[in-house]
């Protein structure tokens, strides 16, 4: 082994809300982001929502000195917001887009056009490592949600949490190190969490870190420092202030969504897990809170979190093992199983609703086709249908065909795709139950 | 290492041409495959273009004793039409769908609605490679060619084969053997192919089989050989009978598209590599020609590709090579990139011209709206529009504002996905420049 066999990464991610027309004070907020990141020097910088392809441009002429290495993730309609600086080579990535992403007429929501992915990019740290040490490097961001209490893209966001546990499992075997870093859009013990941790053992940094710090005037850490000492990170759980992502005092959150959690939600996460021969421990974790230094505005509606890691090889190579036991496991892939049946059985209705629509439609047509060649041939006795109406009719009906066709089309796509996580889900609770 | 450390695999791999309603005999020829394959008993069936799941079904359950472990591929509005029968377990599997696929408005090719993927497959063999030996299995097929003189998907093939050496990379690294086998759509000696074969050090088990016969009936080894034995299969090119899989002779094929090509095209390929500590031979590689055995009809309107593996462990761990010295892989990957280049301008020419139609469509529209205005206020001086033709036009208007919006969203994202294919291009090039 040459070189010192530890490592220390210092991590950043940040879900960076920086939608074109959209998001309050963005120009200005990217770059307080850059100026603070130009400043601390991490690592491996993984940024969402950075939804303008010129706004990661100028992040990377900013950046450019201390962050050699970035890559920005294209796909989509808008993007998939997905970027990435670093101070290791990027060797290569991939991009995967979930197979479910939201309903392209909820327009409101918008997460149908930003094309949803996930990111690899593979990496390998420098002289530290002996020259070795390549990291997989998942940046993320799943569906948003909007209703807490009646989530209709529950079984969406489970199929995007089942393949984005499949694309790392199927993908991180070569690496020593994975890193997973983004807006899961989901809290720590939603069932979504559960099973992307236990089906890729893939651990919490927050849970796991060794100090835990709130860093009061952005992501400096010394002068902003706040002193805060938590209780015990790993017994923190809903509502806890510390670790969390969306807060209230941030100026940019909507206060409304956050009521029932007065300390507000963690939805960010930095995951991790050393895959062989290598460990990998938290040694700090820090969220930044309030504005940013010298500024009246917070750098996003999410807070930063930023972890240090410890990587060291060791001798003998530990197996991938699952993170929980799989009993639990089972149950954890059970009850998303369950969620996304409900989801399977909703979109059934819903193909049927949309085909039945697009039948109707065409009878209408049909029917009107037949009057018209009736008056033409002038078998209509007495009056026909005034003009006008009869041609906005006939409009009126090849609009909702075409757009009942178009909804009936999406929902059998969306059938497929959740019988087919339905059926590897079964498929993965076989391989549980028949393990020895 | 226990057991036998080698192990002779017989892989089976047919473009089945099973599309509900439009292929000919189709239940009769699906059948006849279910048979023979039954009857043959290979350890590895890799099909394509079953569209139909109850094809699937029917074939699960003709095929469950000598082929116990199966899986089905779902994807996109019809489904990718990829299915694998095993002699081994299926471990795990995943889908990754093409990020580009033809253009929903081209109909009458219908690529664009197959949601046409590559699904990995892991498996693993069982005494005979002493427990060890995990298959990567990755089964594709990728866009047709409509008309090789202009060919106008050739960019989105050659993103797909870019996308699919992609993921050949992150997920084979650990696995000990890959076999791919599928319907390319592309001849051998096509850029995309050789970029495909390059960056994934894949190798063409037809070019490196050390014996080659043509099976006259059906796939049955025996009672059709011919006993054709090839000048040298390994220098065999365009052109040539052997290795074909889209022959003239076979009933279903189109004549005028195979007119330039007398003695068929080899589009259909099986393509293997050893990942680490094993050797893998093709020892002998068979097509199909004419009829099924005792029947009027073929198989499919493809012929099917039947491999005989020989699949040894070895001391020393291989390397992960390219399959071609660098500098021709620098020039297969330019050559690609300027191909991607011209699909890009033209899909920014199609971007530009549908987003002027819908600027176009919509100032139609607020001319219509001030004139309506105008009419209701009596600004109008004599005679206004007449009713009919004036909502007939507002009609058409809008018919055309949406219709150009959805081909501009469209084509936008297809820029978005030929400019991320382009960069990771340029970014593989500039490795293998800086390679010593």
């Not at 490097?137 to 569906?143: E, G, T």
């Not at 966001?157 to 694309?167: D, G, M, N, T």
């Not at 149950?331 to 109707?360: H, I, P």
Request: glycine share 10%; hydrophobic share 40%; net charge neutral.
């Amino acid at each position: 082994m040459e070189g010192d066999p530890t490592l220390r990464l210092r991590v950043f991610d940040l879900n960076c809300w920086a939608i074109r027309y959209l998001s309050k004070r963005r120009q200005e907020r990217v770059q307080l982001i850059g100026d603070a990141l130009r400043r601390d020097g991490f690592d491996l910088v993984l940024l969402q929502e950075v939804w303008s392809e010129r706004d990661y441009s100028d992040l990377k002429v900013k950046l450019g000195g201390c962050y050699p290495f970035s890559h920005y993730f294209r796909s989509g309609v808008i993007g998939s917001g997905l970027c990435v600086f670093s101070r290791f080579p990027i060797l290569d990535t991939l991009l995967y887009q979930y197979s479910l992403n939201g309903y392209p007429y909820m327009l409101q929501h918008g997460d149908w056009f930003c094309g949803k992915s996930v990111g690899l990019l593979r990496s390998r740290a420098g002289g530290g490592m002996g020259g070795h040490g390549p990291f997989a490097l998942p940046s993320c961001q799943l569906h948003a949600e909007y209703c807490r209490e009646k989530d209709a893209y529950l079984p969406h966001r489970l199929v995007q949490a089942w393949e984005l546990a499949q694309f790392i499992r199927h993908t991180s075997k070569a690496a020593d190190v994975v890193l997973l870093g983004g807006d899961l859009n989901m809290h720590p013990e939603d069932v979504g969490i559960r099973l992307l941790r236990g089906w890729t053992g893939l651990r919490d940094a927050f849970a796991e870190a060794t100090r835990f710090e709130v860093s009061g005037e952005g992501v400096s850490g010394v002068p902003g420092y706040t002193g805060r000492t938590p209780t015990h990170p790993g017994a923190c759980s809903q509502g806890c202030e510390d670790g969390c992502t969306l807060v209230p005092n941030n100026c940019f959150t909507v206060k409304s969504e956050l009521l029932p959690f007065p300390l507000g939600i963690r939805i960010d996460y930095i995951l991790y897990k050393a895959v062989s021969g290598f460990t990998v421990k938290c040694e700090e974790l820090k969220t930044t809170t309030g504005t940013a230094p010298g500024m009246d505005i917070p750098f996003s509606d999410h807070e930063a979190v930023m972890a240090t890691l410890h990587i060291r090889r060791q001798g003998q190579a530990a197996g991938d093992t699952l993170a929980t036991a799989e009993p639990t496991l089972a149950d954890v892939v059970t009850e998303a199983r369950t969620e996304v049946g409900v989801g399977l059985r909703a979109a059934q209705r819903q193909r049927y609703s949309t085909g039945r629509m697009a039948v109707l439609a065409l009878l209408l047509l049909l029917l009107q086709a037949a009057a018209a060649l009736g008056a033409l041939a002038g078998l209509a006795a007495g009056q026909p249908f005034p003009k006008l109406s009869f041609s906005l009719l006939a409009f009126l009906a090849i609009g909702i065909l075409l757009l009942a066709t178009g909804l009936h089309l999406f929902h059998t796509m969306e059938v497929k795709m959740l019988q087919g996580t339905e059926e590897q889900m079964r498929m993965a609770l076989r391989a549980l139950q028949e393990r020895p």
